[in-house]
């Protein structure tokens, strides 16, 4: 069973869609805990997660971090698993509490 879970691929494609993805991610945590790219920085993102969402403190830091070091550990190829499961993870929960109420877009 294990060896099935840690098998790796050597298809190249898969490999531009971890990086491009992991950009992607990675500049989105980015904008939440740093503040780059014309994001609210860790302060605004945690006052919009906690007064906006509702969301308790310790889970909204834990979305803020699944996007910033799940996008760079796709990016490096670091944990890839535990990356992809971190961000599927923060993702079901955007779609459920978020988007379902307000349409996806």
């Known amino acids: 069973m294990f ?3 840690l098998r790796t691929s050597d298809d190249h494609v898969l490999t531009l869609l971890r990086f491009v993805l992991g950009i992607v991610f990675l ?3 980015a904008q939440k805990l740093l503040g780059w790219f014309g994001g609210p920085g860790y302060s605004g993102a945690m006052s919009f997660f906690t007064e906006g ?3 308790p403190a310790v889970f909204a830091f834990l979305a803020i971090c699944a996007e910033f070091l ?3 550990g796709l990016i490096l190829g670091l944990l890839g698993r535990v990356a ?3 961000i599927f ?3 079901l ?3 459920f509490l978020v988007h379902l109420p307000n349409g996806f877009f």
């Open 27 to 29: 500049a989105h945590g």
């Open 70 to 72: 799940g996008g760079l």
């Open 84 to 86: 992809a499961f971190g």
């Open 3 to 5: 060896q099935k879970l």
């Open 93 to 95: 929960v955007a779609v």
């Open 53 to 55: 969402l509702h969301i």
């Open 89 to 91: 993870v923060e993702m």
